[in-house]
């Protein structure tokens, strides 16, 4: 039964784990760094890579000891390749092509996105190829057709920003602090998603794609106004991003004959209303949905290891020359 290390550092999250093919996740540890970043209200990449190199190394002791193994049990070390803030992506693929090297072991260059792909695949053993996923997170909001490992279609993408980037600077505009995401959520939870009107881009659009950047205007609009509440601005926003994550979603659906499920992952997916509304759209649609745990949504090590087991069955596995990428689309 092969146990692969995975490792990720693609961005404010430093984590490694220990996941085997049958799905037992063995071990995980996982450092954020939002305290080193809050003051700045965002990711600072020199930051970043810093504290990856300082926590890289004992979290991976933490997860050996966590699963009571040495490396010598472990058959394959996966580490993110890219896409991501390349200081970082350099820390974990660096490690990890050390530890390749010196056990012997093969290395599997693991794409970030694809590692969000998959990680429903680990929380949910019945899910089969080929599934529609909505990818959310703070860099990617994509609609990937996933036909098997290594197989994404990808039927759209945002034309501007992300829709987690939305999240963290609505959450920046307000002053409701860092992360962005969780706060917008936790305000949401206390405003009126009624109260201030605010666009939809792209809904009902015939093109696939989407869009956030007016979104994010019109809060700077609505918050310079004087005349909302943080709360109600927060709860407003939340629910067109919602409304757009639907929308499209909807329409890919209908591009999507033979899809056993509707899967959502990425730090987005954490969000209870986009969780419940994407839920909603899958029982209209007759179709199960699948979304990991909150803590397999954010970035962590697991997905990392979950991918490169998923690679390694297939026979992928990676030279030790392998770059690290800062795009690498999937
Ligand atoms: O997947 P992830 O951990 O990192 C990337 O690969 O980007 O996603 C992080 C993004 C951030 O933009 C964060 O604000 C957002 O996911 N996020 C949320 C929530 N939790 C995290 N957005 C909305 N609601 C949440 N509860
Ligand atoms: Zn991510």
Known sequence: MPLILGLESSCDETAAALVDDSRRIRAHALAGQEAAHAPFGGVVPEIAARAHVEALGPLVERALAEAGVGLDAVDAIAATAGPGLIGGVMVGLLMAKGLALATGKPLIAVNHLEGHALSPRLAAPDLAFPYLLLLVSGGHCQLLFVEGVGRYRRLATTIDDAAGEAFDKTAKLLGLGFPGGPAVERAAARGDARAVPLPRPLKGSAEPHFSFAGLKSAVLRARDSGR????????????????????????????????????????VAANGAVRGALQALAAAHDLPFVAPPQWLCTDNGAMIAWAGAERLAAGLVDPLDTPARARWPL
């Open 228 to 267: 909302y509440r943080a709360e109600d601005i927060a709860a407003s926003f939340q629910q067109a991003v919602v409304e757009c994550l639907i929308d499209r979603t909807a329409r890919a659906l209908a591009a999507s004959a033979g899809a056993t499920a509707l899967v959502v992952a990425g730090g």
